[in-house]
């Protein structure tokens, strides 16, 4: 699942720098912005078939690749 979700977060941010360092903050970093956020949880909601409203899509807790992986099994967990 985590390199399925790196996967993800690459082909959206068009760049595999934050690989080097998975609690690079990537939106301090300029890789995710508000655009590619909501096609990010569009695609992590598509891909593993869980609801990430983004009423609990707080920027600091999923702004990185480590924090992301983590809210992504939360929610599977909650299934």
């Known amino acids: ?3 399925q979700i790196f996967d993800i977060i690459e082909t959206i941010a068009g760049t595999d720098e934050f690989r ?10 300029g890789i995710l912005d508000s655009m590619k956020a909501i ?3 569009v695609e992590l909601e598509s891909n593993f078939d ?8 707080d920027r600091d807790d999923w702004n990185t690749a480590n924090k992301i ?7 599977q967990d909650e299934n």
């Open 69 to 75: 992986v983590a809210r992504v099994q939360e929610k």
């Open 1 to 3: 699942m985590k390199e």
């Open 39 to 41: 096609m990010l949880i």
């Open 50 to 57: 869980i609801s990430l409203p983004p009423s609990e899509m």
């Open 20 to 29: 080097e360092d998975l609690d690079m903050d990537l939106f301090e970093e």
